[in-house]
Structure formats: C-alpha cells, structure tokens
C-alpha cells in the first residue's frame, strides 16, 4: 500500500465520516444526466457519500477507494440507506452499490464500461499522474457516457477550507478545457459558494465544475 493510502486510511478510521454522509452538491444537481439504471464508476469515492446516494437514485454504482477503513464505511453506510452491497461486478444491479479497494494509480481501468464517471474533490492526483488518470476516467466512458468533475480552482488556497495545499493539484478553467480532449464539454464553471461537508469541506469555498460527454 503506498504511503499516501496509508495516510488517508489513518485519517478515515474513526467513526466520523470526515466529509459528511450527504452527496456532493455538484453530483446532485448533475445526476439526471446519467442515464436512468445506468453504470456508474465514482473514483475515488471515500466514505462512500456519493456513490450510495448514486445506487439509491437507482444507478448501478462501481465505487473505488484506495483506503480500506474508507470502504468499511461505505458499505456500512450503504447498509444504513437500504442499499444492497454486492461483492462483484459481475453482480452489479441498478440500485446497488459494489464497494471496492483498490489504488486508482495501479488500476488497469476498463475501456467503455461505464454511463458516467464521477470523480469529486480527487485532486490528491498531482500533475504527475493527471493527465494518465483523466484519459483512463474518459476512456472508461461508454458512447453515450458523461464524466462529472469537481474539484478546487487556486483561490481556495486563499479560504483555507478544504482540499489541497498545493496549487499544482488544483483546477483552473484552462486547464479542464483541454484536460478530456476525447470528450465534449458541456459545461465548464468556476465560482465561490459556501460548501458544508463534514469538517473537512467547510465554509466559503473556490470551486470548479465539469460536464463532459462521449457524444
């Protein structure tokens, strides 16, 4: 396990959900773009906030975390919310969740396997490694897929609030305008609202939304 899973598997073991156990605000506005009972791939998914609440609109959910501890949480909150935990993808259904650890670095990402990749706030990928990931998150779109992408712009260094200390890890609207050059954009926004997601994402906030699709 790398260092820096181990770091997040620290961070995750205790009993609070360090970001809250409601979805992403970005997700929930942009999820009636997924298509209905489809396949959906969150990377990077955390204390599972945002995949559970994916399989209860009724998506079929492949959520993948690195952390251990990270994806205990998930499956326990997927029990607390009535949502089947199923232990393959093969046994995938729209509405049930498949909660998987595995390091999104050394992962060999499938090729147009999913309706929509969601990835929130996953900006611990540094430079090094973006442009790999992005193409494999696009790649992993079937034709009709969408990717919703959210993430910090530089000002939030600034507020203090969450996400990254480094700039290098951040978002700016040049760079996510040729970061999926296979994909559309649909929209592409950076603004400030405040942000209320457990302790760790928590007031005023420098954010940057994308919608893109294969077709």
Same mark, same amino acid.
């Given at each position: ?144 897929? *969408?990717? !919703? =992408? %959210?993430?910090? /712009?530089?000002?939030?260094? &600034?507020?203090?609030?969450? @996400? ?21 954009? *649909?929209? !592409? =926004? %950076?603004?400030? /609202?405040?942000?209320?997601? &457990?302790?760790?994402?928590? @007031? ?12």
């Amino acid at each position: 396990m790398r260092e820096e899973i181990k770091n997040w598997d620290a961070r995750f073991s205790g009993a609070e959900y360090l970001f809250g156990t409601a979805p992403n605000a970005f997700l929930e506005r942009e999820s009636t773009r997924i298509t209905s009972g489809g396949r959906v791939l969150a990377v990077a998914d955390g204390e599972g906030r945002n995949g559970v609440w994916l399989a209860q609109q009724g998506l079929a959910v492949h959520s993948i975390e690195g952390s251990p501890a990270a994806v205990a949480k998930a499956i326990a909150l997927a029990g607390d919310r009535g949502v089947p935990v199923v232990t393959s993808l093969a046994e995938l259904m729209p509405g049930s969740l498949f909660a998987e650890q595995l390091d999104i670095l050394e992962w060999t990402w499938p090729a147009a396997a999913y309706d929509a990749v969601v990835g929130i706030f996953i900006q611990f990928i540094g430079p090094d490694e973006r442009p790999r990931i992005f193409e494999a998150m696009a790649d992993a779109l079937t034709d009709d897929g *969408v990717l !919703l =992408l %959210e993430g910090y /712009a530089p000002r939030q260094l &600034g507020y203090g609030t969450g @996400g990254p200390r480094s700039i290098a890890n951040l978002y700016d609207v040049a760079l996510l305008t040729t970061a999926f050059p296979s994909l559309r954009v *649909v929209d !592409l =926004l %950076e603004y400030d /609202a405040e942000v209320s997601e &457990g302790t760790q994402h928590s @007031g005023l906030s420098a954010l940057i939304d994308l919608v893109a699709t294969r077709s």
